[in-house]
């Protein structure tokens, strides 16, 4: 019913900044909150920041000062800029949504989910 992609991952170096975006389609209209999460290989999913329906914002510790959540209603957009990249940012970011407007930093909570955008940074 509601479909998530999310673009913009390469591989860059150590310091370098970096735009992911996270297009939505279909029922667009029953999206609410949206969050950023990651994945390296052999880990758990990581929170990484999130948005709720009424703008109010949410950071994890390791990625605050350093990235920035965004939305863009009217082109169904999401984005996570993301500046001063470390070699431990790398991993499969992916895109959330759920229709309930508070954020969270559950993956659980999330009703949506893209197929995720590779991001690697080298030293």
């Known amino acids: 019913q509601v479909r998530l992609v999310e673009s913009g991952g390469t591989l860059v170096q150590a310091g370098d900044s970096l735009r992911l975006s996270c297009a939505a389609s279909g029922r667009t209209f029953s999206i609410s909150a949206m969050g950023w999460f990651r994945q390296a290989p052999g880990k758990e999913r990581e929170f990484v920041a999130a948005?709720?329906?009424?703008?109010?914002?949410l950071y994890a510790d390791s990625v605050k000062g350093r990235f920035t959540i965004s939305r863009d209603n009217a082109k169904n957009t999401a984005y996570l800029q993301m500046n001063s990249l470390k070699p431990e940012d790398t991993a499969l970011y992916y895109c959330a949504a759920r229709e309930h407007w508070a954020y969270s930093d559950s993956p659980e909570r999330y009703d949506y989910w893209g197929q995720g955008t590779q991001v690697t940074v080298s030293s």
């Open positions: 948005i709720s329906g009424t703008d109010s914002i």
